[in-house]
């Protein structure tokens, strides 16, 4: 399950240490390069180990100072491949919410069977409003980046129009805590339920959820999405992970089919939502009127 993580790991450790050899040839200890490039030593240090990702200028600026320019096109491009498996959120996100779920919807165009897995959030795809305005506002205060919550929400709406699609397919399961867990609140909760029971009734949604009481094939240990058979998307705190490696694709391919072994579909997923309902309705204040929020 962590082999996505371990090969953008291993990418970055690669470029460092091809940028570690770069220096040496250069005859520059890390101090010394540091010292021409008016950067702290500690930087020399992390992107040799890999434990920081340079930029396109940082890369720029290495090589010329250790007079290695014919290495600038390969090392962009691996820097770029890097990029692509591992796309941080300040970066991703630099130009607010709405561009990216814009670039969410490029992506949608081409990309007919829909699989995901999620253990402690509903899937964007299928969300309220007042839910996936809830979602955006925790990223503006995690990430700091800029508030443009209701344009994301607009974009991340007309994205939903592709379920009527018929020529797109939706797998979604969920477990039974990423219907419980008090993200929003309970009048919120509630009406993201009740869109969850439509959703389970259309004809190219699969809708399952992983109720408490089952026992599970394999452990539920991170949400993730196969986009047809090409890319495995996995969203961490820091990044959002983009793995294309067969045996990558192949791997969550299988960890996706165990848990829908032991999902429960149609009827018994509705029960198990409905269940839900009732639970936070009975924690619902009540208004003048009787009408439960």
């Keep these: 399950m962590n082999s996505g993580i371990t090969s953008v790991d291993e990418a970055r450790d690669a470029l460092g240490k091809r ?96 699989r995901g897995f999620e253990n402690t959030v509903i899937p964007g795809l299928v969300q309220t409003p007042d839910y996936a305005r809830a979602r955006f506002a925790q990223v503006v205060m995690v990430h700091k980046v800029p508030n443009d919550i209701n344009e994301a ?41 009740d869109r969850l029971v439509a959703v389970s009734s259309m004809r190219n949604v699969r809708l399952g959820i992983i109720g408490f009481n089952t026992r599970y094939i394999t452990d539920p240990r991170h ?30 391919s299988s960890i996706f089919e165990q848990l829908a072994a032991v999902a429960s579909y149609g009827g018994a997923a509705r029960a198990i939502i409905t269940s839900v309902m009732a639970d936070l309705a009975a924690e619902a204040p009540e208004d003048d009127s009787g009408d439960w929020r």
């Design 223 to 252: 949400g993730f999405w196969l986009l047809d058979n090409d890319l495995v998307r996995v969203e961490t705190y820091s990044a959002e992970l983009n793995l294309r490696q067969p045996q990558e694709i192949a791997l969550y």
């Design 153 to 193: 929400v607009r974009v991340r709406m007309r994205r939903q129009e592709m379920l009527y699609r018929p020529d797109k397919r939706f797998h979604f399961i969920l477990t039974e805590a990423a219907l419980r867990y008090r993200l929003v609140s309970v009048d919120v909760m509630l009406a993201q339920l």
């Design 19 to 114: 940028l570690r050899e770069l220096r040496q040839q250069a005859g520059l200890s890390g101090k010394g390069l540091a010292e021409s490039l008016s950067w702290p030593a500690s930087k020399i240090s992390k992107i040799e180990h890999g434990r920081q990702t340079p930029t396109d200028e940082d890369i720029r600026s290495w090589v010329g100072a250790t007079n290695a320019e014919a290495q600038l096109g390969s090392l962009l491009a691996a820097l770029h491949t890097l990029e692509l498996h591992h796309a941080e959120w300040q970066r991703l996100l630099k130009a607010g919410m709405r561009a990216h779920q814009s670039s969410l919807a490029r992506h949608d165009e081409k990309t007919k069977l829909y």
